[in-house]
């Protein structure tokens, strides 16, 4: 039997004015795993994708001010 798969993606978008906007999507797929109830995997996956476009967001936000 294959182990339970958890899934998760974020979308950020910034409106940089004059019509124009900024889309920044993440997502991981990972299987549960020994010892993990699905909740656990899902809080898991979940956590580093949020980290990881928070960490992205603010990459592009300092390029975009030119920091």
Do not use: Q
């Not at 978008?13 to 900024?22: D, H, P």
């Amino acid at each position: 039997m294959e182990p339970t798969r958890i899934k998760w993606g974020l979308k950020f978008v910034k409106n940089l004015g004059n019509y124009e906007s900024i889309h920044i999507d993440f997502g991981v797929e990972d299987s549960v795993r020994s010892g993990e109830s699905v909740d656990e995997a899902s809080e898991r996956v979940y956590t580093f994708v949020e980290k990881k476009l928070i960490d992205k967001v603010r990459e592009i936000e300092e390029e975009l001010n030119g920091k």
